[in-house]
């Protein structure tokens, strides 16, 4: 793993981990109880209120529910930028960047998979790196 992947992982916090094979992987927490996914983690479960939750790992794919272009947002942000709501597996719907798309060729429910991607620049004019999501490419797997 390269020292910039590493890095962005642990801007990341506890919320993206790596697979042997470099697949990013989201941690969302699961509820012991009622068997809810949340993502980002949680200490408690917005379904039941129970804080009997563990990390869960979740797939690396996911199918795209919504998205729109960003234009205007604070400073330290790429832009434009495109902001999608991505759908799991493991039934949880993600907030994200879609990075390395044309907004154009983006369709309802394609598969993307989750990778690390420079999202802006903090004060100091050092790239900000966190989780996004780009589409599958079609022989891609
Ligand atoms: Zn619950």
């Given at each position: 793993m390269s020292e910039e992947l590493q890095e962005a992982l642990n801007l990341a916090g506890d919320a993206v981990t790596t697979d042997s094979d470099g697949a990013v992987r989201l941690v969302g927490s699961e509820c012991g109880d009622c068997q809810k996914n949340v993502f980002p983690?949680?200490?408690?479960?917005?379904?039941?209120?129970?804080?009997n939750l563990s990390p869960i790992k979740l797939s690396a794919e996911g199918k795209l529910y919504s998205w729109s272009v960003v234009?205007?947002?604070?400073?330290?942000?790429?832009?434009?930028f495109i902001a999608a709501y991505v759908d799991l597996p493991e039934d949880v719907r993600v907030f994200a960047h879609i990075v390395d798309?044309?907004?154009?060729?983006l369709e309802m429910e394609m598969s993307v998979k989750a990778q690390i991607a420079t999202l802006g620049s903090d004060e100091s004019g050092a790239p900000f790196e966190s989780f996004a999501f780009t589409p599958v490419q079609k022989g891609d797997s």
């Open positions: 983690p949680s200490d408690v479960c917005p379904e039941c209120m129970s804080e234009h205007a947002a604070p400073k330290g942000w790429n832009l434009p798309a044309d907004p154009d060729t």
